[in-house]
């Protein structure tokens, strides 16, 4: 499903209006209709309720007077609040209002604290909010008089139906500005916005649906939004099924090079995960002391003990015996428990540029990438980083605060300019490719928030590439079917408490379910509904 940032909604809106010749009015119209359907949808015992439109004087407030007139219209009790004085009211917006005094729908303009002031205890006894007061063109920190109002209206903790975005989301970031409107729902127009589905934008946003204002989809497609979100359907078609006669030497052999003291089960869990992920044959990496520690804990998988230094960390000095061992392979996961060692960090950087096969990196593996990121320019084979915020402002130089505040913006920078495919972890993992293409993730909970979840992704997506899927094609759907199959765990076993082993054990289940469609529950919530014009 597409995503667009608020630029790219401003240019469909103005081809649709200058080039195709759909007048903006009638997209307006289309759009608060659209919105008061998904009220009464959302609330059939709305005739015996109290509704307040909030509205501000542009364009977002021009859709409210449209719903405002829908729903008077349809004999629901609606007042219209006008954060402004009408007289500062223009084009569309204008229009609209002007009609509602013509129905007689009732209007108090509230051009000021005082006035605002004044009608406090008559708003505080609404049951129902519209928030049609800032659009998706906010791009500075609300204040005064609307820092004040939109406070207000989450302090009354009434159900409210926010317009295209809640007043004060950042549509691209999906970050407050300064101050946030709480919405129940949100009735969005044309296409879901980046910052409606990460986070914390999408507990801001509340049940999303998309109205369909009449863009046509030749525009859309030439204006060729470059984010998505990814879609269980999508999933379906993409993950190949198996014919009757395959063996495990067409399904791909994984190298894994993990592994220090103390940290051997980071090394066990990606090399395992692998297998999960339906790769045939993995190989596990890692310091010769180690080997005797891990072949329990992978049975199913084969040992190769590597030289290492005097403190047991994996040695420079392994990198042609690793280089030997790619030979057959199909991909290489690195770093899950290696350490940053300094003769560990010398070998990750020279594996990284020498690789023949494609390189999953993460962990220590992206703390070593860290000391020269700028080797990623002249890889061999495509290179798949997994890196949580932590990791991510290491590799650019950033803090952890800064990449979560715009996590794609960071992401996408960091894929175009070392050519490689970031998946940035945490809620809404953001999966950002060297062509400017972004994809977010809409599986996972927070029960995900323990040690080896990690270790399991990596695994994964070097499990689904060792089967003959491209990078970035491995990782939309293993970042899917990770998510997935914790929240499958998560509905089983309970919200938190459960294992990186337990999403591991959960994944051919997950598989299984995605590929005929029988988890519809979580399915639902995957999923944002369209309505389409009538």
């Known amino acids: 499903m597409d995503l667009v940032t608020a630029d790219e909604m401003r240019e469909m809106d103005r081809q649709t ?3 195709f010749g759909l007048p903006a009015r009638l997209l307006m119209e289309n759009a608060g209709r659209g919105a008061a359907r998904v009220l009464m949808r959302q609330y059939p015992d709305l005739s015996s309720a109290a509704v307040a439109v909030a509205a501000g004087r542009g364009n977002n407030g021009g859709d409210g007077s449209v719903i405002a007139r829908y729903l008077f219209q349809q004999g629901i009790n609606v007042k219209l609040y006008l954060f402004s004085e009408s007289a500062r009211l223009q084009g569309d917006a204008a229009a609209n209002f002007s009609l509602l005094r013509t129905l007689g729908v009732p209007v108090t303009e509230l051009p000021d604290e005082k006035a605002f002031e004044k009608y406090r205890p008559e708003m505080a006894q609404k049951q129902i909010w519209v928030d049609a007061i800032l659009g998706t063109g906010l791009n500075s920190e609300v ?7 939109i406070a207000f209206v989450n ?5 409210v139906l926010a317009v295209d975005i809640p007043s004060g989301l950042h549509a691209d970031t999906g970050k407050p500005c300064g101050i946030c409107i709480k919405a129940a729902l949100t ?21 999303l649906h998309i109205i369909d204002i009449g ?26 099924s198996r014919p009757a006669d395959m063996h495990k030497g067409d399904t791909g052999h994984v190298l894994v090079v993990a592994g220090a003291p103390g940290k051997s089960g980071a090394a066990a869990m990606t090399a395992m995960s692998a297998l999960r992920a339906g790769a045939g044959l993995v190989t596990l990496g890692a310091p010769q002391s180690l080997t005797p520690v ?21 040695s420079d000095e392994a990198a042609d015996q690793v280089l030997e061992l790619l030979e057959g392979k199909r991909c290489l996961a690195l770093g899950p428990g290696i350490g940053t060692d300094p003769a560990t960090c ?3 950087q020279r594996l990284v540029q020498e690789s023949p096969v494609p390189v999953i990196i993460d962990a220590d593996g992206l703390n070593n990438l860290a000391e020269e990121p700028g080797i990623l320019i002249n890889t061999h084979a495509p290179v798949v980083l997994t890196p949580h915020p932590g990791e991510m402002g290491r590799l650019t130089g950033l803090t952890s605060r800064a990449v979560q505040a715009d996590r794609i913006g960071c992401a996408r920078e960091f894929a175009e300019s070392y050519s490689a495919y970031v998946v940035l972890k945490g809620a809404r993992t953001v999966i950002a490719q060297p062509d400017d293409q972004i994809y977010i993730n809409p599986t996972g909970n927070p029960g995900m928030a323990s040690g080896g979840m990690g270790d399991v992704l990596t695994g994964l997506i070097s499990g689904f590439i060792a089967q003959g899927y491209p990078p970035d094609m491995a990782a939309r759907i293993a970042v899917f079917l990770h998510g997935a199959a914790a929240d499958e765990v998560c509905a089983s076993l309970g ?8 999403v591991m054990k959960q994944l051919p289940k997950t598989i299984q379910h995605l590929k005929s469609g029988t988890n519809a529950t979580d399915e639902a919530r995957w999923q944002i509904p369209v309505q389409e014009l009538p």
């Open 143 to 149: 204040k005064g008089y609307l820092q004040s109002v």
């Open 187 to 207: 009735a969005t127009f044309a296409f879901a916005k980046t910052g409606q589905v990460q986070q914390p934008g999408a507990a801001f946003t509340g049940d």
């Open 17 to 19: 209006i200058e080039a």
């Open 495 to 502: 919200p938190f408490g459960y294992l990186a082993s337990d």
């Open 346 to 348: 010398r070998l990750v």
């Open 294 to 314: 891990l072949a329990p804990q992978a049975l199913e998988a084969m040992t190769a003990g590597l030289r290492e230094t005097s403190n047991g960390h994996l």
């Open 215 to 240: 863009i046509p989809p030749y525009i859309a497609r030439s204006v060729d939004p470059r984010q998505s979100l990814l879609h269980p359907d999508y999933l379906r078609r993409i993950i190949a």
């Open 155 to 159: 302090s009354l903790q009434r159900p």
